[in-house]
């Protein structure tokens, strides 16, 4: 029943090593995005997938790689992993049409990095 | 590209006391203004938008009004709870870049007993 999800919930990983994240939505929407929310509650998009196709790169370390086999999954792979890598990353969706639309939440994933 | 500053970073208020949370955008292509409510641990959660063609929305206790010119953007809450605490977020997003939303620094909203 969940519309937006993700796993794991909770990784902890040690620095250097590479780790993945899932997302995952039933709600047939086109659009997909990932955030990153820092310790201080920023909350800033990193990349966004329409259809699969790449449609937002913001600044982002090309350690980052986001991997979208359908539209109703976005992952993020993270290779060598840094202390600073540590937030909250959340999956987000949003439907089709002209402007901008809704964004439904995941429910995050918390990384720590040690 | 869009910048949003958000103010005040935290708000307490008494439990029936209406509480106000602003902002202001750089881009005047963004056609877009959502405000999304985070609990402790939680996802955020849409509370409410604007689109640049009207000035206010309600929706019960809460409204948000929107002034184009000076680029404000604001969220009253009427009447609050203790529930009503949170982290509220403001974000915008300019025109022919619909999914690119740019979210403030937050208020984080305290109502007391």
């Known amino acids: 029943d969940t519309a937006v999800s993700q796993t794991p919930k909770y990784l902890v990983t040690q620095m250097g090593n590479d780790k993945s994240i899932k997302c995952e939505q039933n709600?047939?929407?086109?659009?997909m995005y990932w955030y990153k929310q820092d310790s201080k509650k920023f909350l800033k998009i990193m990349f966004s997938y329409n259809n699969k196709e790449l449609i937002i790169n913001e600044t982002v370390p090309n350690r980052f790689s986001p991997k979208s086999p359908d539209k109703a999954h976005l992952n993020l792979h993270i290779n060598s992993l840094e202390l600073g890598d540590s937030a909250v990353y959340f999956c987000a969706t949003s439907k089709p049409g002209q402007g901008a639309n809704e964004q439904y939440f995941g429910p995050g994933t918390r990384l720590t990095v040690t | 590209g869009e910048n949003v500053e958000q103010h005040p970073s935290t708000l307490s208020v008494q439990e029936g006391d209406s509480a106000v949370i602003k902002c202001t955008y750089s881009?005047?292509?963004?056609?877009?203004f959502p405000w999304y409510k985070q609990e402790l641990g939680k996802r955020p959660q849409l509370i409410i938008d604007?689109?640049?063609?009207?000035g206010e929305k309600k929706d019960q206790r809460i409204a948000v009004t929107l002034n184009k010119t000076a680029k404000h953007f604001s969220l009253h809450i009427t009447e609050t709870q203790p529930e009503d605490s949170a982290v509220y977020f403001c974000?915008?997003?300019?025109?022919?870049?619909?999914?690119?939303?740019?979210f403030g620094t937050g208020t984080r909203l305290q109502v007391t007993l």
């Open positions: 709600l047939g929407h086109d659009t």
């Open positions: 881009d005047s292509a963004s056609n877009y």
């Open positions: 974000a915008a997003t300019p025109t022919g870049t619909a999914s690119k939303l740019t």
């Open positions: 604007i689109r640049s063609n009207v």
